[in-house]
């Protein structure tokens, strides 16, 4: 089993507004990841956790704020956002760190209003 | 740090015809390779990998790529596509031995199917 699984899938916040993102999987994998997607576009790392500990923060604004809870959750919250920061959100899992296979969730379709 | 290339932004087919999605890479250390497909309003989907071994490499929905290190590609390879084939498609590259965690993706390649 290859899955990752992301709520919601379609999401719609204003600029003032608190949400979080929610990201699980089963699979025993040790790193996860948040990227960001806009169309036509390849997906844009955000933040890698490894063993639970956040690894990489590809210089990402404070309003995106990640969270990972155990070894099979992962969060993002979200606060304050902008217009531009409408985008398919993907999460992914990897069974093997550093460097590995990545398997992504289907992604939340998020649009900041 | 490494880089991708796909040398084709856009390629159209006719089905049942042959397909190859071209895919350049560039590392001074030795890497891991990716194609991915993204159908519409999904997330990506893991085609196939390259981690070591045979050069040949078969993956899911019958594409198939080849590593060639000496031209530094990895293009991937379908003898006869179908209209649900139609998706775009990343190639991704990873250094194992830089300890990095990320993947690098290449700009995609939408493969267009025409009945």
Redesign the interface.
Known sequence: D?E?T?TPKHLVMGMTNKKSLKCEQHMGHR?M?WYKQKA????E?MF?Y?YEKL??NESVPSRFSPECPNSSLLNLHLHALQPEDSALY?C?SSP????????????T?LTVT | AQSVTQLDSQVPVFEEAPVELRCNYSSSVSVYLFWYVQYPNQGLQLLLKYLSGSTLVKGINGFEAEFNKSQTSFHLRKPSVHISDTAEYFCAVSAPQGGSEKLVFGKGTKLTVNP
């Open positions: 290859t990752v992301q790193a990841y036509k576009k390849p997906p790392l890698v490894s690894s990489i993907l992914a093997r760190t550093p460097s590995g296979e990545q398997y992504f969730g289907p992604g379709r």
